[in-house]
């Protein structure tokens, strides 16, 4: 490493000093080689988003330096000059990391483009933008990325992997001189979230990256000995700068996981800190929830892992709640094989993009005592870095010790400026040198905590979403007097993440006869936007009247006035007027549980939903409650146990989720004396809302459960019809051809929905029986508007050729969640001279018992619900597609093997010669099993609802 100047200089401002000029006189490239020339064996691994074992592979120092160093004497050959921009938009951490050490080797500037919008509008848009803003010289992408990008002229495209191919037939000449950069120079670009507008360009040089890196190790306390856990993407400031260069720069070893494979699982967590003796990771406030909710019931795993080695987890991108950090750190010493050497500090810290993400932090010991405050606070500034809270009126007056006011840092680790955007550079910086946060703090002893925010966005799970986009989408909904909402951040006392508060001047009296009804419309439409736009419900809805939502001169609603009313309570009349409203609605068509089995299960949903059971009506639906699949797990097993009954089929709660009718149900299983019901495919999960109904078929499982998750979102909006296959009951024979399936299924459709235009949509193997139901629909006269598929290619026959028993046994515990993919891989051969029923006794041994006991599985279920699987599989096998429909949709995520690219090219776009039309090929999150779980359904539900209206429906 280069000689560093460092300053003295104190933690917080207590008086006015001019800004510190800590001055790194180095650059990014020379650390990255002369780290690599000091550790050359030092690891950094990777686990890759097609992984599903968290099998990881590795590098040495010395072998990524060199290949970063070949990717840059290929790129060298593009002839630009040096300072030429490049974007660099990939997905994966290896790939990303090797484009920007290869730019900078280049003397090139990477710029680093998150994921685009799954809209083709904000695409482009977005995509215009930056070529307005950076004339970039290359695009640097996957197959993938190049796909959205090659509709936008003008734009030089470059293939990651062509790139790979052209470096790996290089040897770097002993004499190629890496670019000799000036630590002034610019280095690295950043994009802003761009959630209240186009993104702004943060530009970093190398010496405001390495001032960060260098106060952020010594704060961590990292040594070369030192190895990091990181799941952030690189083109967030954090993960290439906070979890991939600061480690570098002191030689620590480093794990770089995919995001999908911890939240997928929160075990592999544990896995990895054990395995690799982690000492730093990263976990946001959602994280360290949902750590500590599902980790809550695996008691099996206490005393599992090794812990001892973790001493830090910084925490950021959200407030970090009080109680969920101590139910976490009270949960995750469980899982230590001694509980008393799990010794670690939680880090909850501040900061953006323009400050090379967190600057100021704060320790708090996993066996300590937690503070009394609702939030952990933020604490002190790293080495370098000053802070103070203003007056946020003026951006200058210095506010009192333990009075709020807005954040404004200043140091090394600021960014110089925003790519060719002088006014909003301007208007960021005061007098000098403070840079205006646009947060709202208060520094009280010298430790820092925020009081809220001053920009527009509110941040779920770690992401940001536009309120002005929000409030937009509110606006048009009857009831809502035009231009007199506001939407607002919100965080509920022992809320785990921030939520939103909605404020509007009702269009009608709310003192009218009508009042009532009108509230409830208003309120349920006002939900059903913030759920699928923010994928949460708001916390608070509250209407005013007209008079009293004062505007600004500038004829702007203040957001900060309005919850200062909240929190004084001033708005507590109305809203209890609104409530009153509301209930007198409810109680209209409120019918008491009258029989006990309807008082018992009132008692069990108000236990699942923490609700009143006073509240509860007998025609009340579980989903109405925003039931999830895991709910209706929880369901079963406490009615179940609490009536006594052997088993209540997962299918009969959700043929019946209104209370009354699955008290009646119960009834005649308790008294025995239920009659065989003739089977019906369909599946209501969801059956309110005026728009076309969306018909959804089982992937190769032949089950429905996996669509509860997605059907929520479409309350109100439209009908959610799910598609079950044959064989599952008692009786009940499998589907002999795919033509008897066929025409089970659109006969049924056709019962529920008598005419078109119809919306069909099948997940995996049911997506060329979704393909074939729209073509006898067509066949009849029937239109079919939107055919969705979802991951599964035409020709799947050729997949399934191979495909015996013993292999398509397999599967089906796969899916569920009992044995991994490598073991499935492995049992194959040593399964296959087995009998059937041999094979299936070896797996069950295999299986978590609790995870059989969450399925409520048995021998005979298991092996029953697989020869269901294999009969599907048979038909897939001798199924080849014909003829063609209308138009399709194809959805497309991680394939089970291979990567996306060719999964896209080779498999899916073959689908063009079976649509009269071209398809629409949409890129989905998450992986082939899991793109509908609760870590990618909303960003789905948001990419398949848009096709939905996009095709008119």
Known sequence: MGQVELPTVGFTCVEEKPAPNLSFQTTLPTVFLQTAERFPLHEIGFVTSSTRDLSYHTRTFAAFSQNARNFAYAMSQWGHPSGSIVVVYLTEHEDNMVAIWACLLAGYIPCLQPALSAQKGHQQSHIAHIQRTLSPKIWLTNEIGAGQLQSIDGLDIRLFLELSA???????????????????????????????GFSKVVVHTHRTILSACHAKGINYGLTSESHILNWVGLDHVAGSLEMHMTPLLFGASQLHVHASALLSDPISFLRLVDEKSIQLAFAPNFFLAKLARDLDNRTELHGQFDLSSLKHINSGGEAVVTQTARAFCDVFKKFGRDPSKVSFNLCPGFGMTETCAGCIYDRFSADGNFSANEFLSLGRPIEGCEMRVVDSQDGVTRRCDGESGELQVRGPMLFTRYYNNPEATSSSFVSGGWFRTGDIGIIEDGILSLAGRIKDTLIVHGISYGIPELETHLQSVEGVTHSFLAAAPYRAP?????????????????????????LFATHRELTDITIRMITLSPQLIVPIPITEMEKSTLGKLSRSRLLALLHQSALTSHIDHATKLLNKDR?????DPSTSTEKNLALIYSDIFNLNPNNISANDSFFEFGGTSIDVISLKRKAEEFFQLAEIPIIQILKHPVISDLATLIDSLRNKGRQLQDYDPIVPLQTTGKKTPIFFVHPGIGEVLVFVNLAKYFQNERPFYALRARGFEPGQSVFSSMNEMVTCYATAIKRIQPTGPYAIAGYSSGGIVAFEITRYLEAHGDEVRFTGLINIPPHIAQHMRDVDWTIGMLKLPHYLGLISKDDANQLAPRLRPMKKKKQLRTVWKLSPPERLAELHLTPAKLYHWIDIVASFIELCKQYRPTGSVSAMDVFYAIPPTGSKAEWLSDELKPWSTFSRHEPNYIEVPGQHYTLMDFDHVPQFQKIFRNCLDTRGL
């Open 494 to 518: 022992k809320q785990e993440t921030e939520g939103l508060v909605i404020f509007y001047a009702p269009s009608f009296d709310l003192n009218s006869q009508h009042a009532p009804s009108k």
């Open 166 to 196: 052209s470096s790996n037939n290089i040897r770097v000449p002993e004499d190629w001189n890496v670019f000799e950069a000036d630590p002034d120079d610019d280095a690295i670009l950043f994009l802003t979230s761009g959630s209240t």
């Open 587 to 591: 109680q209209a068509s409120f019918v």
